[in-house]
């Protein structure tokens, strides 16, 4: 199984309102990929409520390959969301593995 794990820092000019309003956004546009996309085993999302930690968002989907993960980085779905995300956030962080 691939453990897929992205972390995003929303925008620094967005107040504590607008930060949270798009990590609702993007909470939305992920959830539905678990139902939509071919071979997703789990997704989670991850809101930063905690000060310690220098992430904002973080979502973590499994999937049963390499291959399925391959897939899922290309449907029009997670395509869509993506979009989303990259409009509101200034970074990126991803790691994947084996579990």
């Not at 925008?11 to 609702?24: M, P, R, T, Y």
């Amino acid at each position: 199984m691939i453990r897929h794990i992205v972390m995003w820092n929303i925008k620094d000019e967005f107040s504590e309102a607008q930060k949270a309003e798009a990590c609702k956004k993007m909470e939305e546009g992920f959830l539905p990929l678990k139902a939509s996309v071919p071979n997703v085993i789990d997704l989670q999302v991850k809101t930063n409520t905690i000060e310690s930690s220098n992430r904002d968002f973080m979502l973590i989907v499994d999937f049963p390959d390499e291959e399925a993960l391959k897939a899922y980085q290309v449907h029009p779905e997670h395509v869509k969301a993506a979009g989303y995300v990259k409009s509101v956030t200034v970074d990126r962080v991803c790691f994947d593995y084996e579990v």
